[in-house]
């Protein structure tokens, strides 16, 4: 190992905004079971299916609509 490096040259991550953020969050079973068929079906896990459809979300600025019983 050096003593010293050069990072003069270096550049920074160009995917640090995408960077995700881990959290805790509860979810109701039957909303998770769901995302889990839904992510088998499209082959990738269910958390990035969780996420993309947040992000969809978020981009087009969907309100959620709902009335207390």
């Known amino acids: ?26 979810i109701d079973a039957d909303a998770i079971e769901y995302f889990k068929e839904q992510a088998t079906e499209v082959g990738i896990s269910y958390q990035n299916l969780i996420n993309l459809y947040l992000r969809d979300c978020t981009e087009k600025k969907r309100k959620l609509s709902f009335s207390w019983e």
């Not at 190992?1 to 509860?26: A, H, W």
Request: net charge positive.
């Open 1 to 26: 190992m050096k003593e010293s490096y050069d990072f003069s040259k270096g550049i920074k991550n160009p995917y640090v905004k995408k960077l995700k953020k881990q959290i805790t969050i509860r």
